[in-house]
């Protein structure tokens, strides 16, 4: 009678490393296509974004309402500082010192290379605001295609348990009978477009955006380039000018106006021709970084200074998507 035969313990230990190697391999072979799963999850979240978000501007841009008088069809301030609750004022609005960096170093308002790509427009990006026409519904007075102003505004406010950098698109009402931009005149820098008012549709929105006029989540900058016609014609670049947060475009006849609070700071007038838009976005992983660095869960590496280390997520964990807009409205 022949014998059970017993693995011996070499073979066992053999088994076990054999065993052992496959499931790192294995588990390797997993965690890539994760990684890679995630890569591209996040690459379609930041793209589907920016997409919405760029499909706005080049709506409102091409219907662009321009007039060649002194009153200001269009603006565009690169935002100072937004120490504590920032220009827009919204509720819960909050620009801590741990929030997105406002020295010089982080300012690239016109770079070396010329491309919007490689820009970056400060603490608040900017505020661009403007008269639009919006295709005629029918449906009701609020939904005709008269003129009305919009405006877009990057702003840090608290979501939940956090803060998250957002871009809203305000839309003031064109003309009901109440506050509206019929009834306060085409014109961004007259006081109703500048005095904050959280009223959904309310002139106020232009400075103040309301919370139900979300375009878009984790977008942690929004910038221009806007090019007018130099006297002999040519295409040149009229806005940003400098490296300096405060200056202004503004689309006017009017030779001294400023726009309200900014004053003493640099305005450039002239009628817009191509206008190239930006938008940086963050993918989720990004997103919960830089709010673990701002909230002071993680640290910058040796080294690194906390506003180059938020610059290094950024730029990352996020994506910067461009539209080029030709401006066709017809100015009289």
Known sequence: MSGTRAFTLLEVLVSAAVTVMLTALLLGVVSQVLDSWNRVSGTLTTAGQAGVILDHLVQDLEAAVLRADDAVWL??????????????DMTGVDWSAMSKPTGSASLRLVPSSGRIEDSRFGQGGVWLRFFTSQTDSNDSLSN?????????????????????????????RPGDG???????????????????NGSAQHPGNVRRPNAGFLLGNHVVDFGLQIHARSPSGDLMLAFPVTNEPGQTFAATTD???TPPGYAGR???????????????VLDDEGAQLIWNLESGRISPPD??????????????HGRVFTRRIVIRSDRS
């Open 75 to 88: 603006a565009a301030t690169v935002q100072r500082d937004q120490t504590g609750t920032g220009d827009a």
């Open 303 to 316: 080294g690194m200074t906390p506003d180059a280390f938020w610059w290094n997520l950024a730029e990352t």
């Open 144 to 172: 005709r295609s008269a003129p009305r102003a919009v405006a877009y505004q990057v702003v840090r406010r608290r979501v939940g348990d956090r803060y998250a950098y957002q871009l809203f698109r305000s839309q003031v």
């Open 266 to 280: 640099p305005v450039t007038r002239g009628f817009p021709v191509v206008v190239e838009v930006m938008v940086r």
């Open 255 to 257: 030779l001294a106006a």
């Open 178 to 196: 109440g506050a509206s931009t019929f009834s306060s005149g085409y014109n961004l820098f007259a006081a109703a477009y500048t005095t904050p």
